[in-house]
């Protein structure tokens, strides 16, 4: 067995470098279908364990900032608001979409919410599942993680499932590193961008989840985000180019109305 699985791993290996939407040089080799189909299993699951929202005006909000979104990255992605008083929003593989109506109290308006929700599309986009499966799967799980994939039930399939980054509140710990978080401010800005949503309400979104955190065990969706002040930098630094592709947006009558 050991023979047969070496041959396909030192290929994988091999075939392992991929770029980001940023330019980031990335170590990814599980194929796309397989990430996908964690992420499907992970969102139905938690439909059945998390109670889904019959507000309509969530629905809608949520709906719609998703849609105007998601036109600029193409594809059919699914959008469910979960009933959670927890200020959390999350992306997964499959293209699917969770908000909390904890995350909906907390935000002043649809730019804010669209700041959230194109930070969690970037993390799909760029990939970052896939990346920090496959170095889990280097450094120590080996190909026993692609055969948990079809197993999602197992204790093996339910860290394989950790991978995709919903968090520990899904009993499931394996948040993204800082430098995914980085990546997927500076994609959701661009996204919210060209959606026609102004970018420049993304830096009072995360002041106002740095004080939503003060004296708090952190915010889930900040565990491990980089600082307060390095993603406001950032976010400032970026700012220039998110600023000329909203003006662009405007210009095409792209002006969303999801409030």
Not at 209 to 238: C, V, Y
Request: hydrophobic letters at 40%; proline letters at 5%.
């Amino acid at each position: 067995m050991c023979k047969k699985i070496v041959p396909v791993l030192v290929i994988l290996l091999l075939n392992a470098c991929a770029t980001s939407p940023t330019g980031r040089t990335q170590f990814v080799f599980l194929p796309d279908t397989q990430i996908n189909q964690m992420g499907l299993q992970a969102f139905n699951d938690l439909k059945q364990q998390k109670p889904v929202s019959a507000n309509s005006q969530h629905n809608q909000l949520a709906s719609c900032i998703a849609r105007s979104i998601t036109q600029e990255t193409g594809g059919t992605w699914e959008v469910v608001v979960f009933e959670d008083a927890s200020p959390n929003a999350f992306a997964l593989p499959g293209n699917k979409i969770g908000v909390h109506t904890g995350m909906l109290a907390l935000v002043d308006n649809q730019d804010q919410l669209a700041a959230v929700i194109g930070h969690e599309v970037g993390h799909v986009l760029a990939k970052h599942s896939n990346e920090r499966a496959s170095q889990e799967m280097a450094v120590s799980s080996g190909m026993s993680v692609i055969q948990a994939v079809s197993a999602p039930q197992t204790v093996l399939g339910q860290a394989a499932l950790g991978m995709l980054g919903v968090g520990a509140q899904y009993g499931i710990l394996m948040p993204y590193s800082r430098v995914h978080e980085s990546e997927a401010d500076k994609i959701g800005l661009d996204l919210m961008a060209k959606a026609g949503f102004d970018p420049r309400q993304s830096i009072g979104l995360w002041q106002k989840m740095d004080r939503a955190a003060q004296g708090q065990q952190p915010i889930e969706f900040m565990s491990t985000h980089p600082s307060h002040a390095t993603r406001i930098q950032d976010l400032e630094k970026n700012m220039p180019q998110a600023m000329g592709l909203f003006q662009q947006a405007q210009a095409a009558g792209k002006q969303p109305h999801c409030n």
